[in-house]
């Protein structure tokens, strides 16, 4: 039952003093009921069944310490397949508990259930849950935050209060609906309605003004807000008028702290930011909208909550920040690049496995191209790949299980290391070159090696910005740059002093961006776009980490109740 930390950071911070002894005793197991079920949601004027957890939209924050461990079952009541994803936990030996639906488990199939049982073992900060199934991300997702060990304090002043922010993306239709038609037709699936802060789309949409979320603050005090981009398919501005912006936290890794006006946070990623109330008190508005790198439709409208200065009168009219222009990839690469890690444990400066993987779309031809399941552009069907292989999810088993239990048939280990063909990638491609091949690869990863991989943008359909998340693994973003990698230059100005640590990076549109990690975890660990649309399409490979030696290296044996196809 729920036994944690509702008492704010404040109150915890006292109550340290008190518990210093105790605090390596202090370790919990938290038990919880994750129900899957369809519940119905009003947003812009109409009502809409939507998939929740426990009747919540968004679903429940779970609260927990570094060293805790959580039992999560999910109880699946809906209509639909589901597995859920703890985005960020790096699951140790464990990669059972990790959620993406045919690379570590199968799914939950309506009627059934499955616990997730999880350690956080070295981990804080701003995480997340999600569903890792087609498109239900689109409602179901949650935040999951990781307080420090008691008597473990943060590398900055404690916040008076800690408010998780979780943007996201409304239809005003069911999302699995939108996807359906897009796998028919073969194009772009619809853009979305509107972009939601904690569910909500606020006053600037249809019907949202009565609902729209207010966040109340004390003259003077410092709050820490959690932004977490749950958006299905889009990049976002934030900023908040008249407020600047104090990063410490990217992905659930500390950062020098800096200030700014706009942060820019990619789908999967996590920030936070510490705001001090020291404006007029008043109203202002708290807003996000698209930061679009691609030549492609989105949506242009601005989800707004508002920070409330109390005692402030509700007729006041909010003041409105300024957010950059749509395209404006200046401000969101300038600010990407001022992010540095309090740290770099564990980033490798010597590299075993030196990998070169291009990202980006492609297009199917069609052998008749007025069907109506080529409404690509040109009587094409979109695709997405990694080094050229289109990524195709197994139907009849689950990548762990089948190398677990050493089933064969259900993937390749032959992912390749570098594109197969070298062309100039952010040029004008030939179009000989813009299909690629489907396959069901891995990539094979020895025990602790010690891995670079540069992931190279292509301009392939279009350039663009595509968040790539690692499972299992935190990363460091070594460098970044646009046009070509240079294999000869662009090392030298690879940071190895203080680079970010992420699980989430864009590659810049049109540019690239190298990381580094060692391969310490074992098990298949799933590497892909955020943006569910080019997932979809195929914008994804999986790591297979090798066992190293004894059982502390080994992946541990499947769990019983573990779901099968
Ligand atoms: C997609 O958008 C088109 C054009 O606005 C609309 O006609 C269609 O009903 C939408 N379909 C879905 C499933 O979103
Ligand atoms: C958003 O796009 C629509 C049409 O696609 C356009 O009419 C409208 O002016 C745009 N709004 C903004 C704020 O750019
Ligand atoms: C951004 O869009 C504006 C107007 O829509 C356009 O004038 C400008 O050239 C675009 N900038 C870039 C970098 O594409
Ligand atoms: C589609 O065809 C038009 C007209 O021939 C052309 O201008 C455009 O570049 C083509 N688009 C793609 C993605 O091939
Ligand atoms: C790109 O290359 C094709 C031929 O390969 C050519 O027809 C086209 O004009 C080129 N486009 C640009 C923008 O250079
Ligand atoms: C697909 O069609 C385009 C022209 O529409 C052609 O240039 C290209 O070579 C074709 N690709 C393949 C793999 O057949
Ligand atoms: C991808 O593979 C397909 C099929 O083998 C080939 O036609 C295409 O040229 C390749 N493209 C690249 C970028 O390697
Ligand atoms: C649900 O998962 C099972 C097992 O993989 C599969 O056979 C079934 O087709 C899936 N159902 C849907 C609607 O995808
Ligand atoms: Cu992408």
């Known amino acids: 039952m729920a036994s944690l930390p509702q008492a704010p950071p404040r109150f915890l911070a006292i109550l340290t003093c008190f518990t210093l002894l105790a605090s390596f005793a202090s370790a919990e197991l938290h038990v919880r009921e994750f129900v899957i079920e369809a519940r119905p949601v009003k947003r812009l004027c109409r009502t809409h069944q939507t998939i929740t957890v426990n009747g919540q939209f968004p679903g429940p924050t779970l609260e927990v310490r570094n060293g805790d461990s959580l039992?999560?079952?999910?109880?699946n009541k809906a209509r639909y397949n589901i597995s859920i994803h703890w985005h960020g936990i790096r699951q140790l030996r464990n990669p059972w508990a990790d959620g993406p639906e045919y690379i570590t488990q199968c799914p939950i199939q309506p009627g059934q259930s499955y616990t997730y049982r999880i350690m956080i073992e070295g981990q804080e900060g701003t995480f997340w849950w999600h569903a890792h199934s087609r498109w239900l991300r689109a409602t179901v997702y949650g935040a999951l935050i990781i307080y420090?060990?008691?008597?473990?304090?943060?590398?900055?002043?404690?916040?008076?209060?800690?408010?998780?922010?979780?943007?996201?993306?409304?239809?005003?239709?069911?999302?699995?609906?939108?996807?359906?038609?897009?796998?028919?037709?073969?194009?772009?699936?619809?853009?979305?309605?509107?972009?939601?802060?904690?569910?909500?789309?606020?006053?600037?949409?249809?019907?949202s003004r009565q609902e729209t979320v207010r966040f109340p603050v004390f003259p003077g005090e410092t709050i820490q807000l959690r932004l977490i981009n749950a958006a299905m398919n889009q990049e976002l501005f934030f900023a908040i008028a008249n407020h600047p912006l104090t990063v410490v936290e990217v992905d659930s890794a500390y950062t020098k702290p800096f200030t700014t006006s706009v942060v820019m946070i990619a789908p999967g990623q996590t920030m936070n930011v510490l705001l001090t109330a020291d404006q007029r008190p008043g109203r202002y508005y708290i807003a996000a909208r698209a930061y679009n790198s691609a030549n492609a439709p989105f949506d242009n409208t601005t989800t707004t909550a508002i920070l409330e200065y109390?005692?402030?009168?509700?007729?006041?009219?909010?003041?409105?920040?300024?957010?950059?222009?749509?395209?404006?990839t200046a401000t969101a690469t300038a600010f990407t690049n001022r992010l540095r890690s309090m740290r770099r444990e564990g980033l490798p400066l010597e590299i075993d496995e030196n990998l070169f993987f291009t990202v980006g779309l492609g297009l199917i031809n069609c052998t008749n191209p007025n069907s109506p399941r080529c409404q690509g552009p040109n009587g094409t069907r979109f695709a997405a790949s990694m080094n050229n292989v289109s990524f195709v999810l197994p139907r009849r088993n689950s990548l762990m299980q089948a190398y677990y239990q050493g089933t064969p048939g259900v993937f390749t280990v032959d992912f390749p290391p570098v594109p197969p063909v070298k062309f100039d990638y952010t040029g004008n491609v030939s179009r000989g070159l813009w299909q690629p091949r489907r396959g069901t690869k891995v990539y094979k990863l020895r025990y602790k090696a010690r891995v670079q991989i540069v992931l190279q943008d292509t301009s392939i359909v279009t350039p663009e910005n595509h968040p790539m998340h690692l499972h299992g693994y935190q990363f460091y973003v070594v460098g970044s740059g646009f046009g070509n990698f240079d294999p000869k230059r662009d090392p030298a100005n690879f940071n190895l002093v203080d680079p970010p640590e992420r699980n989430t990076i864009g590659t810049p549109p049109g540019g690239w961006v190298a990381i580094r990690f060692i391969a310490d975890n074992p098990g298949i660990w799933f590497m892909h776009c955020h943006i569910d649309s080019h997932l979809g399409w195929g914008l994804a490979m999986a790591f297979l980490v090798k066992n190293g030696k004894g059982e502390l290296q080994t992946v541990q044996p499947p769990p019983l109740d573990l779901p099968r196809c």
Do not use: H
Request: glycine share 8%; charged share 20%; with cysteine.
């Open 310 to 328: 109390v005692n402030t009168p509700r007729r006041t009219a909010p003041t409105f920040p300024r957010l950059p222009g749509f395209n404006d």
């Open 71 to 75: 039992a999560i079952t999910v109880i």
């Open 148 to 207: 420090p060990r008691l008597g473990s304090p943060y590398p900055f002043p404690m916040p008076k209060r800690d408010i998780p922010i979780l943007l996201g993306e409304w239809w005003d239709r069911n999302p699995m609906d939108v996807l359906r038609l897009a796998q028919f037709t073969g194009a772009a699936p619809n853009v979305s309605d509107a972009y939601t802060i904690n569910g909500q789309p606020g006053d600037l949409y249809r019907c």
